[in-house]
């Protein structure tokens, strides 16, 4: 059983940056994605951005040129740079892998909150 553990949620006003972190309990090499997701009050769970294990990058059309995702491999996380943050950004974010037997693992949560 993977163990993701995610950080770097809060408040911000908006304008404003966060940084996600998803720290996991195996060697990210065990994984063929990496990602995360968000889902607002009444929403359902959306991608936001993911990265394959060959770094191929890929964003929800509301977040490209906002956000960036990132990995690394020595530290066995994953990272969402999360810039220029508006209020519809404010959901609750999962971290979300998908290892090699196409097992998925979802990490617990961590909310972020834009509002003046």
């Known amino acids: 059983q993977v163990q993701l553990v995610e950080s770097g949620g809060g408040l911000v006003q908006p304008g404003g940056s966060l940084r996600l972190s998803c720290a996991a309990s195996w060697s990210i090499f065990s994984f063929t994605s990496m990602g995360w997701y968000r889902q607002a009050p009444g929403k359902q769970r959306e991608l936001v951005a993911s990265?394959?294990?060959?770094?191929?990058?890929n964003y929800a059309d509301s977040v490209k040129d906002r956000f960036t995702i990132s990995r690394d491999n020595g530290k066995n996380t994953v990272s969402l740079q999360m810039n220029s943050l508006k209020p519809e950004d404010t959901a609750v974010y999962y971290c979300?892998?998908?290892?090699?037997?196409?097992?998925?693992?979802w990490g617990q949560g961590t909310q972020v909150t834009v509002s003046s």
């Open positions: 990265v394959t294990s060959g770094g191929r990058t």
């Open positions: 979300n892998v998908v290892n090699k037997m196409r097992n998925e693992y």
